[in-house]
């Protein structure tokens, strides 16, 4: 059941453009995956919704965009030279790979069913090396970053100085990351390449746990705001077992995929850590000077971690569904119209006597605004259902009568229903749905 919601989905993704096998024509590349024309626009709207979250509407949260090549040291006193490993083991029979904390090593091999085939845990670190310059010497590795957060630590005083906050403040960030996962998998969910929507909140020590309790609640609602199903969505407490190094306390925002309760962002209280470490190894200050309680010290981080990929699933494992309409089961993407990657098609009833053109017209008239859609070939039937797997959320159909009294119908996504409206009101319907 699960596998055939999966395959239906990788499926539906590479047939209507959603998300495409990289490297395809040379048999692709294992785990990369690239997006296409619904899915790009899926992904924007995914970071724009959490960049505006975030950015837009807390005056106390900036954006960077730091490099994906950093500075060496930054991984040594970040604890990933030393600790960014997982423990991997194969299976001696049919050299199947895994994660030796995913997979119960008592049970047989999941791959070909062998008992006790398993070698011993090897601690294998997950950063992608690469060379700065043309000299391949280990003096010039450098690491594609695995985490964006490092970049927002190391400018914690240029952004704190230049853009003239004060505690408790936060930077925010989107950016790519690499990781060369043991055993990546199920389709976007685990890649080796991915991007992360981060945000480091910069705190005074001891408030940690109220700042931990209002970005749980903050991003768990994120969810729901966007569309994601409730009862789809949990915390999850890390026991003392789990925690990164890093972490005081951490809670793990899930999503029950086709696969499974799983992780979709991580909310984490980091204490002084980074800062205190980054101060060490770089030897720069990174103390605050705190003028009400006129101390210093180095600031606490609260943390919240999505994935943007893991993101871009969720949202289309939640709109996933099949139903019957007008006798015919149909696939439809129940997305947000926030997340919609068209949120309207323009469509005349038939080409000729002058439908086209004020089709036309209210398409040119919506584009300024919103990524829409014009589609004037085929039953009209079937643009409704193409419309329906690409998850646009509105229909505008433009017939005889719209010629006599400028009224187009509305054809909804989720009911099917149909209703007239006037053309003048058709850019306020769109903004108040959408925004
Ligand atoms: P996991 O235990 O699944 O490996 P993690 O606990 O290492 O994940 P974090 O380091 O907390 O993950 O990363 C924060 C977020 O980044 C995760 O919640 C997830 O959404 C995303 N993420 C991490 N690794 C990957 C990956 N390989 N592919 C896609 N997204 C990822």
Same mark, same amino acid.
């Given at each position: 059941?699960?596998?055939?919601?999966?395959?239906?989905?990788?499926?539906?993704?590479?047939?209507?453009?959603?998300?495409?096998?990289?490297?395809?024509?040379?048999?692709?590349?294992?785990?990369?995956?690239?997006?296409?024309?619904?899915?790009?626009?899926?992904?924007?709207?995914?970071?724009?919704?959490?960049?505006?979250?975030?950015?837009?509407?807390?005056?106390?949260?900036?954006?960077? !965009?730091?490099?994906?090549?950093?500075?060496?040291?930054?991984?040594?006193?970040?604890?990933?030279?030393?600790?960014?490993?997982?423990?991997?083991?194969?299976?001696?029979?049919?050299?199947?790979?895994?994660?030796?904390?995913?997979?119960?090593?008592?049970?047989?091999?999941?791959?070909?069913?062998?008992?006790?085939?398993?070698?011993?845990?090897?601690?294998?670190?997950?950063?992608?090396?690469?060379?700065?310059?043309?000299?391949?010497?280990?003096?010039?590795?450098?690491?594609?970053?695995?985490?964006?957060?490092?970049?927002?630590?190391?400018?914690?005083?240029?952004?704190?100085?230049?853009?003239?906050?004060?505690?408790?403040?936060?930077?925010?960030?989107?950016?790519?990351?690499?990781?060369?996962?043991?055993?990546?998998?199920?389709?976007?969910?685990?890649?080796?390449?991915?991007? *992360?929507?981060?945000? *480091?909140?910069?705190?005074?020590?001891?408030?940690?746990?109220?700042?931990?309790?209002?970005?749980?609640?903050?991003?768990?609602?994120?969810?729901?705001?966007?569309?994601?199903?409730?009862?789809?969505?949990?915390?999850? *407490?890390?026991?003392?077992?789990?925690?990164?190094?890093?972490?005081?306390?951490?809670? !793990?925002?899930?999503?029950?995929?086709?696969?499974?309760?799983?992780?979709?962002?991580?909310?984490?209280?980091?204490?002084?850590?980074?800062?205190?470490?980054?101060?060490?190894?770089?030897?720069?200050?990174?103390?605050?000077?705190? *003028?009400?309680?006129?101390?210093?010290?180095?600031?606490?981080?609260?943390?919240?971690?999505?994935?943007?990929?893991?993101?871009?699933?969720?949202?289309?494992? !939640?709109?996933?569904?099949?139903?019957?309409?007008?006798?015919?089961?149909?696939?439809?993407?129940?997305?947000?119209?926030?997340?919609?990657?068209?949120?309207?098609?323009?469509?005349?009833?038939?080409?000729?006597?002058?439908?086209?053109?004020?089709?036309?017209?209210?398409?040119?008239?919506?584009?300024?605004?919103?990524?829409?859609?014009?589609?004037?070939?085929?039953?009209?039937?079937?643009?409704?259902?193409?419309?329906?797997?690409?998850?646009?959320?509105?229909?505008?159909?433009?017939?005889?009568?719209?010629?006599?009294?400028?009224?187009?119908?509305?054809?909804?996504?989720?009911?099917?229903?149909?209703?007239?409206?006037?053309?003048?009101?058709?850019?306020?319907?769109?903004?108040?749905?959408?925004?």
């Amino acid at each position: 059941m699960a596998q055939d919601t999966m395959e239906k989905l990788v499926s539906l993704s590479k047939r209507r453009g959603f998300v495409f096998q990289s490297s395809e024509i040379y048999g692709g590349l294992n785990s990369c995956w690239d997006y296409g024309p619904l899915g790009v626009e899926l992904k924007r709207n995914v970071k724009d919704a959490w960049w505006k979250a975030m950015t837009q509407k807390h005056d106390n949260i900036e954006g960077i !965009d730091a490099s994906i090549l950093m500075h060496p040291t930054v991984w040594k006193a970040s604890g990933h030279v030393d600790g960014f490993t997982d423990p991997m083991v194969d299976c001696k029979q049919c050299k199947s790979r895994f994660r030796s904390d995913k997979i119960d090593l008592a049970k047989p091999c999941p791959t070909c069913g062998t008992r006790d085939s398993y070698t011993e845990p090897r601690m294998f670190n997950l950063m992608f090396k690469t060379f700065m310059g043309p000299v391949e010497e280990d003096t010039n590795i450098v690491y594609l970053r695995p985490e964006t957060a490092q970049g927002i630590y190391v400018n914690f005083h240029n952004v704190r100085e230049s853009a003239r906050q004060k505690l408790p403040f936060g930077i925010a960030q989107i950016g790519k990351a690499f990781r060369n996962e043991i055993t990546p998998g199920n389709f976007i969910f685990r890649t080796r390449e991915f991007e *992360q929507m981060e945000m *480091q909140f910069f705190i005074k020590p001891g408030t940690e746990d109220g700042w931990m309790n209002t970005w749980r609640e903050e991003r768990f609602n994120w969810y729901l705001e966007n569309g994601i199903k409730k009862e789809k969505l949990r915390f999850h *407490q890390h026991g003392p077992t789990e925690l990164a190094h890093y972490a005081s306390d951490a809670y !793990d925002i899930e999503y029950e995929f086709p696969f499974g309760w799983q992780e979709l962002e991580g909310i984490h209280s980091r204490t002084d850590f980074d800062l205190k470490n980054h101060q060490q190894y770089s030897g720069k200050n990174l103390q605050y000077y705190d *003028q009400e309680a006129n101390e210093k010290y180095i600031p606490f981080i609260v943390e919240t971690s999505a994935g943007c990929d893991r993101s871009v699933l969720t949202f289309m494992v !939640d709109a996933y569904d099949e139903d019957e309409l007008g006798g015919e089961t149909r696939v439809v993407m129940r997305f947000h119209p926030k997340m919609a990657p068209i949120k309207a098609a323009v469509l005349p009833l038939v080409k000729k006597d002058g439908l086209s053109e004020l089709a036309d017209n209210l398409f040119r008239d919506l584009q300024k605004n919103w990524k829409v859609f014009y589609d004037e070939s085929g039953a009209i039937g079937r643009r409704y259902r193409r419309q329906d797997e690409a998850g646009t959320p509105f229909c505008f159909t433009v017939d005889y009568q719209t010629k006599e009294d400028n009224t187009v119908t509305i054809r909804y996504r989720d009911t099917g229903e149909q209703e007239r409206i006037s053309l003048d009101k058709v850019k306020a319907f769109l903004a108040e749905k959408i925004g």
